[in-house]
Nanobody, 114 residues
């Protein structure tokens, strides 16, 4: 199983980015996928989750601004991030679980700064 996260970058406050998490060796339509983020000196925190039934959950800090979705044909999960704030700056990771094992992507840096 491999997860490839991409789409990060530098954006001004109020801007938008879309992160992608592409998978090989696992099908996202059968497994929940989550996005986490970790800022320097902080613990990794859960940002959003999409389950196999397409139900979603969001951290309070991103509710109404971020949207998690998936494309089954591309076996890819997205995180659309709008109205970005400086406090959203972090390395973003995607994760999925199969059985007792967690699989993580390599992380993509998001920097929100003017």
């Amino acid at each position: 199983v491999q997860l490839q996260a991409s789409g990060g970058g530098l954006v001004q406050p109020g801007g938008s980015l879309r992160l992608s998490c592409a998978a090989s060796g696992i099908r996202f339509n059968y497994n929940a996928v989550a996005w986490y983020r970790q800022a320097p000196g902080e613990e990794r925190e859960l940002v959003a989750t999409i389950r196999s039934d397409r139900s979603t959950n969001y951290a309070n800090a991103v509710k109404g601004r971020f949207t998690i979705s998936r494309d089954i044909a591309k076996n890819t999960v997205y995180l659309q991030m709008n109205s970005l704030k400086p406090e959203d700056s972090a390395v973003y990771f995607c994760k999925t679980t199969r059985g007792h094992y967690d699989f993580w992507g390599q992380g993509t840096q998001v920097t929100v700064s003017s």
